[in-house]
Antibody
């Protein structure tokens, strides 16, 4: 079964750090371009950033609100995607989803999400 | 960034009737080299992650009922549900993946039963 399972969410104070993980199974993770998408409570979807497969360079791109604070990485030996979040702000409070890009580049597989709350 | 604007923000349709959601991009998402529109539609039900319905603006994802269809090209797109079912109550999002440096979603359209 194709599956993505996020973990690592929780409550953190403004200015703090948190690392999210996304465990993949049921597909060839090393070939996949992976993204993080977030959704603030009661709001819409916001793309956070993406990492390409190593065969495609392994490069990352980020949305403007998180650039310089968030870092996406991957460990293909563990089939796991990471999101390191530093200098967190209250506006980073959201459910964070990991997702894959299909051959069409649309997001075809999604995890259930993990909640991050930034509050003092 | 390419800005995606959906209309309406919310919509109430009777069971069995047609529902139409529009999406407009601030610049064309048609890639001339392959003549494909880099536009997707997603459905999100409460407490669930989004689900891919349509990609390339008009190609249904495997398993998606054929009452869902997508149309449009360039900057103007439409998601149509031909005969609304109770299970179609959800929020629907369009998304452009033309700009690989920054993907963007529409603000969402909430679909309810009238």
């Amino acid at each position: 079964e194709v599956q993505l399972v996020e973990s690592g969410g929780g409550l953190v104070k403004p200015g703090g750090s948190l690392r999210l993980s996304c465990a993949a199974s049921g597909f060839t993770f090393s070939n996949a371009w992976m993204s993080w998408v977030r959704q603030a409570p009661g709001k819409g979807l916001e793309w956070v950033g993406r990492i390409k497969s190593k065969t495609d360079g392994g490069t990352t791109d980020y949305a403007a609100p998180v650039k310089g604070r968030f870092t996406i990485s991957r460990d293909d030996s563990k089939n796991t995607l990471y999101l390191q979040m530093n200098s967190l702000k209250t506006e980073d409070t959201a459910v964070y989803y990991c997702t894959t890009e299909s051959l069409s580049s649309a997001f075809d597989i999604w995890g259930q999400g993990t909640m991050v709350t930034v509050s003092s | 960034d390419i800005v995606m604007t959906q209309s309406p923000d919310s919509l109430a349709v009777s069971l069995g009737e047609r529902a139409t959601i529009n999406c407009k991009s601030s610049q064309s998402v048609l890639y001339s080299s392959n003549n494909k529109n880099y536009l997707a539609w997603y459905q999100q039900k409460p407490g669930q992650p989004p689900k891919l319905l349509i990609y390339w603006a008009s190609t249904r994802e495997s398993g998606v009922p054929d009452r869902f269809s997508g149309s449009g090209s360039g900057t103007d797109f439409t998601l149509t549900i031909s005969s609304l079912q109770a299970e179609d109550v959800a929020v629907y999002y369009c998304q452009q993946y033309y700009s690989t440096l920054s993907y963007t979603f529409g603000q969402g359209t909430k679909l309810e039963i009238k």
